[in-house]
Each structure stands twice: as C-alpha cells, then as structure tokens.
C-alpha cells in the first residue's frame, strides 16, 4: 500500500489549521468579558453538537443506532458520565455490526 504524496503535507496542512483555530479561539477569548449570557451559551453548546449529530442518525430509524441511543440513555442515567455514555453507545452498534 502507498501513500499518495501529497496526503502527508496536506494532513500536516489541516493539523496546523485545526490547531491554529483552537489556539487563536483561546487566545482571543481572553480579550472578552465573560458575562452570564455568553457563559450560558458556551455551557449549552456542547449539547447542540451533540444533538446535531445524534437527530439525523435517529431519524434514519436504523434498529442498531436506535438500540445504541437507549444504551446511551441507561449509561446516561446510571453513570451520570457523558463519555462512558458515549463508549457505550458506540459500544453497542459495533457489537450489533460484528454480530449481523
């Protein structure tokens, strides 16, 4: 198997772009004022990411990716930890993948 060669420099490209903007967010974040309402808005921003990328998987229906969400939903409920949650439900649709 070869790699193509220019994947390495444009990997290397979109690394460096990727944590340029990550940095450059941090770093200008400390010229704003933290008020109540923006301190509210980045506190609910990962639920909309997360939202974003469950909705159009569950309206898709698929019997794996619906199962997973329930798993997501007791871990949820049992752990209280969003990432053990997470593990679980991707846990759970590639043990259905494997077995069918």
């Given at each position: 198997m070869s790699v193509e060669p220019t994947f390495l420099p444009?990997?290397?490209?979109m690394a460096l772009?990727?944590?340029a903007c990550r940095a450059s967010g941090f770093?200008?974040?400390?010229?704003?004022?933290?008020t109540p309402r923006l301190e509210?808005?980045?506190k609910a921003t990962p639920v909309?990411?997360?939202?974003?990328?469950v909705v159009p998987t569950a309206m898709r229906g698929q019997i794996p990716?619906?199962?997973?969400?329930?798993?997501?939903?007791?871990?949820?409920r049992l752990t209280g930890n969003d990432l053990i949650a997470a593990l679980a439900g991707v846990?759970?649709?590639?043990?259905?993948r494997v077995v069918a």
């Open positions: 444009l990997l290397l490209a772009a990727s944590f770093w200008l974040m400390r010229f704003i004022p933290i509210a808005a980045l909309a990411v997360m939202v974003g990328i990716e619906l199962i997973a969400l329930g798993v997501v939903a007791v871990a949820m846990a759970t649709v590639a043990a259905w």
